[in-house]
């Protein structure tokens, strides 16, 4: 399998707390690789790892071929990462962040102005491209920031509820450019709180409390727990842990 993301036993503790327990998973190119969890679960942990901003306390992880513990720069330079809450710079115009985001991925000026000039046909706002960006509509930046986190050509992007805030119009648009990037090979880890938007992921793990206690597509999960959507597998997996507790 052409494995782009590999973790065995990978774990993140803060003191006597540990976020992230002996997590072991395999993401192959290409896939929509879902990466659910409730608030404190240990998604966020796990993904600061994987995106090289934190250091693992123990297990190993590679991400494009690349040691996370021991090449987390090497790692930065061949990912892309969209989060809601901070992905573009909206006191700067849409053509400010591309050529800034593209200088920050080490794209040289003359690739920069090729890429702009196709970015800017490709989303059809070459008529805003001189506006601020916080005077776009939401959508429109969702749209920008998932396709300047592609500038680089990445083999892999990660997609922090990237859609939280917009309208389910917008949201199925958005997928539309995921499925796009993954046909072209791009591997691409979300996480999202839309429960429906698990149903459109090749694969999804659910963390809970720190651990990785389901992973599989979303009709085997609904099948294992005769769950009619992954809202009831969610819940389900939920009210499991913590009746064991």
Known sequence: MDYVIQTEQLTKR???????????????????FGFLGANGAGKTTALKMLT?????????????????????????????????????????????????????????????RVKTADLLERLDI??????????????????????????HEPRIVFLDEPTSGVDPLTRRQFWDLIYEAA???????????????????????????????????PRNMKAAFGAEDMDEVFRLLARATATND
């Open 183 to 217: 046909h072209a090979g791009v591997t691409l880890m979300i996480t999202t709180h839309y429960m429906d938007e698990a149903e459109y992921c090749d694969r999804v793990s659910i963390m809970v409390d720190g651990k990785i206690e389901a992973l599989d597509t």
């Open 52 to 112: 090289g901003l934190l250091t693992p306390s123990s297990g190993r992880a590679t991400v494009a071929g690349f040691d996370v513990w021991r090449q987390p720069e090497a790692v930065k330079r061949r990912i892309g990462y969209m989060s809601q809450r901070f992905s573009l710079y909206e006191d700067l115009t849409v053509r400010e962040n591309i050529r800034l985001y593209g200088g920050i991925y080490g794209l040289k000026r003359a690739a920069i």
């Open 126 to 151: 070459g008529a805003y491209a001189d506006q601020l960006v916080a005077g776009l509509p939401l959508g429109w930046r969702q749209k920008l920031a998932f396709s300047v986190a592609l500038l």
């Open 14 to 32: 803060f003191g006597t707390f540990t976020a992230v327990n002996a997590i072991s998973f395999a993401v192959t190119r290409g896939e929509v």
